[in-house]
C-alpha cells in the first residue's frame, strides 16, 4: 500500500493547517475570553484595553448570592435555575438515548413495511426547526395540561423534556441504526443461540459495543436540553439559566459583569461536555465515514 | 404644626380608605364562609433594580390587608406565592402575553402603560372601572392625567403605580468654565427663551474651549421614548387621538434628526452614540464631566449614587457618586423647546398595577368565586397605592408619586427619617429586602429633587399606546443611528423611514403621515 493513500500528512501542510485552524478559531476563541474575562471584571471587557478593568470576584459572587443588580433588585435563586436547567437537560438526553438506541435497533434489524418512509419521514421532521413547530406544541400543551398549580408545575417540566426530546430524536434513531448495522447479525445470532433474550442479547451485547454512540446521542441530548430556549420559555413554570440570561440581558439598565458570570457558568457543561467526550465524538465521525 | 399636619393627612388617608377596607371586611367574609382560607396571588413586575417596591408592595399590602382581617376576626390569609422581577421590561410583557393564556402568568403585573392597550385588546386583563367607579374618593386621590393613559377604550386597566419627567441636566462645574449662567435658566426654559439654538452655541463653546469632550450625551440603543422629546420640541405630534393613528410629522422629524446631524459632525454628539454601552460609556461620561448637556429621566438622579459609574480622581477607583456631589454638578430643567416660538417638554411613561383577567385562578372554587377573587386583587392594587409605599418607592427610585398624599409624605423629613432607619410600618420580609437601597437612596437631597423636578409633570407628554409604536419607533432608532453615522442626510433619513413605513402594510395602515420638510429652515439658523 503506497503510504500517500492513508491520512499522512507532510509537516509543512500539518503547521500550514494548523495556522489556518487556528486562525479560523481565534474570533471564537477571543469572544469567550472575553466573556470569561468579563465576568471577572469590574466593567465588561470589549477590547483589549485593560487599564481600567479592575479585576474582581464580585461578579460571581453576587451571582451566587443570587442578585441581579449591586444595589436593589430581588434576590434570584440561582441554585433553583440551574437545578431546573439540568431536569430539563438530562430529562431530554435520557429520553432521547432510550428512544433512539432502541428505535434505532429495531429500524436496523427489523424489515417491516413503511420502514423506509419512516426513515424518511424522521429526517424531515428532524429537518424542521423546533420553532415553527412550536404553535401545534402550544396547542396540545394546553389540551392536556392540568388546572391545578402545583400538577402543572410538573407537567411542564415533563412536558418540555418530551416535546424537546421529539426534536432529537430522529437524528439518534437514525446515528443509532447505524451504529447498529455496523454489527454484523452474526454476534447477535450467537447470542441468541447461546440462549439470551431480545431484550439481554441488546443490552449485553449490544449495546456495549455501541458505547461510542450512546455516549454521543446522550450528550447531545443534554446540550441540546442544556441550551434550549425558546421551549422552555413557552411551557416551563420555573426559570432556567437560559430565561434568567435573556429576561435580564436587554436591559439597558443591566449590571453586564453579572451576566457574563451568568453565562460562563451556564457556559460550563457544554465546554465540559465537549472537551471530555472529544475522543469519543471522532469515533462518531469515524464510524460514520467508514460505513 | 408639622405634627398636626401629619395628623391631618392620616386622617386623610383613613377616610379615603375607609370604604375600601369596609369592601376587604366584606370580601374575607365571603371567602371564609365558602371555607377559603388562604389565597394565593403571583406577581411580576419590572423596571430598574431599585424599583423592588412594584412587586414588594403587592406582598406588603397583602400583609395590610392580613392584619385588617385578623383585626375583624376573619379567618383568611393571602399568601403571595410568587414574586418576579425583571430589569427587562419588554421580555415580561411578552412572557405575560404568552403565559396569561395557559394560566401560569402572575396575577398582577407592573409594567408600562404602553402595553395596557394590546393586553386589554386580548382580554387579558381584569377591567378595573367597576371596582373604582364603586370607589370614586380612592380614584381621585390619583392624578388626574396618570389615570387617563390607564384607560382602554373608555375603561381603566390599571391603577398608576409611578411615573417620571425626564430633565435636561446641565453639568454646574462645565457651565461656570465657559460661562453659562444657570441663575434661573429653568424659567428661561419655561418661556422657552433658551432652545435648541442655545444648546448647540453652548455646546460648541464649550467643545471649542475643551472644557469638556462633548456638548451632548443621549440615550443608546433605541430612540424611544428620551429622543421623541424633539418631536414634540418643535411642536411635532406623535399619534392622533381622534383617527386613532401614529403621526409621521416630517417637519418636526426632520428638524430633530438635523440637530443629531449637526451635533454629530461638529463632533458635539458622538457619531456612534446609539451604540454606546450603558454602564460602560454613557453614565461614567456624564458622571466624569466629559459632556455639558445630557438627556437623561429623573432615575439618573439615584442611579450616579447606586452604581459605580465615576472614577475618582483621588483613588482612580469607579464608586457612585454622592448625593452631594450629585447636587453639586448637575442642574436641571424641562427639554427645551426646538427653536423659539416653540414650547418646552418632557416625557413620562407611567408604570402601571395591571391585574390579570385570570387573577387568582389557582385557587379553590374558582369558577363559583370568580367575582370576589377579582375584588380582592383589585383591593390588593388598592391597598398597594398606600401613600406611604408609594412615597418609599419614590424616593428609592427616584420616580415621580402618583398622588398628592404621596408627594406630601416625601416632604416630610421626620418620615424620610423614619424611613432611613426603617422605623416605617412594613412586612419585616420587605424590610429585609430594601434595607441596602434605602440607605443609598433615602435623604434629604433626593427628597429635594424629586419635589423640585415635580412641575415638570404640568409640561408632560404620553407616547402612544398603540399596538404598532414600537415598531415606528424601532424605525427611528435606525435612522437616527445613520445620521449620526453620517450614513445618511437628515432629508434621505426622512425618506427613507417613510419607505420602511410604506414596506409594512400593516405599520403604513397605523401612521399618517402629515406635513414637508421645511425648505428654508436652516440649523444653526445663519
Known sequence: ?291 | MRKVFLAVLLFAAVALFASLEERIVEVGKTLERNGINEVRYAVWGTGDPNSVLRVLGIVEAARRINDIWSKNKVNVKITIRETRYELDFTQMYQEFLSKQPLGTAGDFLVNSYVYIASLAEEGYLLDLTPYLSRHKDFLEGFFPTLVEVAKYKGKIYGLPQDTEARPFYIRKDIAAKVGLNLEGLDQKVLKGEFTWLDVYSWSKKTVEMKASEWGLIHRRGTAHPDLMQFILAFGGRLDDPVEGKLVFDKEAIYKWLTIEWVFAREKLLPSDMMAWDWAKQVHPAIVDGKTLFDIGGTWYWTEWQTKDYYTDPKTGQMRGLKPEEVEQWFYYTLFPAGEPGKKPVTLSQPFMWMVSSKAGAQNPKYSALKSTYDELAFLIVAKASDPDINAMHSIMSAKLPITKASAALLANKSWLDKLYNLEVDLDAGVKEKIANIVKATVNPINATFLSNVSYMLEYTNFQPAHPMYPKLTAIFAEVVDQVLRGQMDPAKAVDYAISKINADLDLKAAVKIIKDIPKDWRFPAR
Open chain 1, 1 to 291: 500500500m503506497n503510504l500517500s493513500d492513508v491520512e499522512v500528512r507532510s509537516k509543512t501542510k500539518q503547521v500550514i493547517y494548523s495556522i489556518v485552524l487556528i486562525a479560523f478559531s481565534i474570533p471564537v476563541l477571543m469572544a469567550f475570553s472575553v466573556l470569561v474575562l468579563s465576568s471577572f471584571a469590574s466593567q465588561m471587557v470589549t477590547n483589549f484595553d485593560f487599564s481600567k478593568v479592575r479585576f474582581t470576584l464580585r461578579n460571581w459572587q453576587l451571582l451566587f448570592q443570587g442578585r441581579i443588580a449591586i444595589t436593589g433588585g430581588l434576590r434570584e435563586n440561582i441554585f433553583l435555575y440551574m437545578f431546573s436547567t439540568a431536569i430539563v437537560a438530562l430529562g431530554v438526553a435520557l429520553v432521547t438515548t432510550l428512544v433512539g438506541t432502541l428505535s434505532g435497533y429495531a429500524i436496523s434489524r427489523i424489515k417491516f413495511k413503511g420502514r423506509k418512509f419512516l426513515l424518511l419521514m424522521m429526517l424531515m421532521l428532524h429537518a424542521l426547526p423546533g420553532s415553527i413547530l412550536i404553535v401545534g406544541v402550544y396547542f396540545l400543551y394546553r389540551i392536556w395540561m392540568p388546572t391545578n398549580l402545583n400538577a402543572l408545575r410538573y407537567f411542564s417540566f415533563f412536558y418540555v423534556v418530551f416535546a424537546r426530546a421529539a426534536l432529537e430524536v430522529p437524528l439518534s434513531v437514525w446515528l443509532m441504526k447505524g451504529f447498529f448495522d455496523l454489527l454484523p447479525w452474526e454476534i447477535e445470532w450467537s447470542a441468541l443461540i447461546d440462549g439470551a433474550s431480545r431484550l439481554k442479547t441488546w443490552a449485553k451485547i449490544m449495546l456495549p459495543l455501541i458505547k461510542p454512540g450512546v455516549v454521543a446521542i446522550l450528550i447531545f441530548g443534554f446540550l441540546a436540553g442544556w441550551q434550549d430556549i425558546i421551549y422552555v420559555r413557552t411551557f416551563l413554570i420555573d426559570k432556567t439559566l437560559a430565561t434568567f440570561i435573556e429576561s435580564n440581558l436587554e436591559a439597558e439598565m443591566a449590571y453586564m459583569p453579572l451576566l457574563a458570570a451568568a453565562a460562563t457558568l451556564y457556559l460550563l457543561p457544554t465546554v465540559f461536555f465537549y472537551i471530555s467526550s472529544q475522543k469519543l465524538l471522532f469515533k462518531v465521525y469515524a464510524g460514520g465515514i467508514r460505513r
